[in-house]
């Protein structure tokens, strides 16, 4: 199939959904792809920041071939290794205890948001039953993790949204402390707000919400769906604000590029969720979870960790010169790891196609929001090429 081919079946047979690159990418190397008619691509979006050790790692492809021939799929009503291994590896590796396992991020919400109501009605709390979330925030497209997602644009036409949901400015610990009351069963936050234009919280305020989580007794959920698994240079964006959540969720890289979710909870949170309270008939698929257990193991190894946090500051340094060079046009420059976010004056939408036409791939993160989150792997002359094309697509 040719890129034109490709194109004209999509807008045939897919329900009108995506706004689509009109390129259909048919193979990937590292922070490299392909399309239909053999150009190639700088893949500064990494997927979409979900190939976290960039496209078709030799060491996650074999990892993955091998399960493929051992076995596939099992139900949750018996065990398979990879999944109890990953589980064990999640708890290892963070705060948490209990690990509920899906397939993707907004199935890892729904599951936090069900975990922290039972968690409250196991404790004869049955009355904490409501969410407090931020404006702009994002948390996926199902109806539970819809109604949590501060932008009424999402919304629209798809009510009536499960109640119990009220909004805050991300940032404002004030308003936290107003919105949290005795019906509260948990506020729910990103560590930074990706889709909603990559905005960082101001440094204290994730541990002020925790402390008004405690002195209230409503949950802290933090959703690590685009921040998890290595993207701003830690593991968890949590680490940084030394502040440990009740819950957290976690998505987009944890399979390189493979669908998989995860919930993960403290002990007394997780185990509200007794038997039979939820479930998911592909969760803890067997070759997802080896892709996330070979991901965490070629992170430590290939020193991902360190590379994102070097070449995070190299690309910001990169951007800022930039934005030196072209003046207002670039009107803010927000992120932290290798998750970077350049604002502009005025719409974007043509820019991420230019960007496209001259060998770049990124996308927007709300109107006018150029996103970047490539591979943690990526070196300083790709980040190069990456500012000079984005320059050139400015200019
Ligand atoms: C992408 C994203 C989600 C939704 O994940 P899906 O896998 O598309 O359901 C939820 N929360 C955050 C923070 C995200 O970035």
Not at 102 to 122: D, P, Q, T, Y
Not at 223 to 238: F, K, N, P, S
Not at 347 to 352: E, K, P, T
């Amino acid at each position: 199939m040719t890129n034109a081919e490709a194109v004209d079946l999509g807008k045939r047979v897919f329900t009108p959904s995506y706004k689509q690159q009109p390129i259909e990418l048919v193979r990937g190397e590292g922070a490299r792809v392909w399309d239909a008619d053999g150009r190639r691509y700088l893949d500064m979006l990494g997927g979409i920041a979900t190939c976290a050790l960039g496209h078709c790692h030799p060491k996650l492809v074999a990892a993955v071939e091998g399960q493929l021939r051992r076995i596939w799929h099992t139900s949750n009503g018996v065990y398979n290794e990879p999944s109890l291994r990953l589980a064990d590896e999640l708890c290892r590796r963070s705060f948490g205890k209990r690990v509920f396992l899906c397939n993707s991020g907004a199935e890892a919400n729904e599951a936090a948001l069900k975990v922290a109501r039972r968690f409250h009605f196991s404790k004869g709390a049955p009355e904490r039953v409501e969410l407090v979330c931020a404006q702009g925030s994002f948390h996926g497209r199902t109806l539970g993790a819809l109604a949590a997602t501060g932008q009424p644009k999402y919304q629209q036409g798809v009510g009536p949204l499960p109640a119990g949901f009220s909004f805050v400015p991300y940032g404002d610990v004030e308003a936290v402390r107003q919105a949290v009351g005795p019906r509260t069963a948990a506020v729910m936050l990103e560590a930074i707000q990706g889709e909603g234009g990559v905005r960082v919280a101001p440094r204290g305020y994730l541990a002020e919400v925790r402390k008004i989580c405690d002195a209230s007794g409503a949950l802290f959920i933090l959703d690590e769906v685009q921040t998890g698994v290595g993207r701003t240079g830690t593991l968890w964006a949590h680490e940084q604000e030394k502040v440990v959540p009740d819950v957290m969720t976690l998505a987009k890289a944890l399979g390189n590029g493979l669908p998989i979710g995860a919930m993960v909870a403290t002990e007394a949170v997780g185990s509200a969720l007794t038997p039979g309270t939820h479930a998911s008939t592909f969760g803890g698929n067997a070759v997802a979870c080896t892709a996330a257990l070979a991901l965490l193991r070629t992170i430590d190894e290939e020193g991902a960790l360190e590379n994102c946090r070097r070449s995070g500051d190299y690309l910001e340094g990169r951007l800022h010169e930039l934005q030196r060079r072209v003046g207002a046009r670039v009107a803010a420059i927000r992120g932290r790891g290798l998750l970077w976010g350049v604002e502009l004056d005025g719409d974007a939408a043509s820019l991420v196609a230019r960007c496209r036409e001259l060998g770049l791939i990124v996308n927007l993160a709300g109107e006018k929001v150029v996103r970047f989150a490539p591979s943690l792997l990526i070196e300083p002359a790709d980040l190069d090429e990456a500012v000079d094309l984005f320059g050139r697509a400015l200019a």
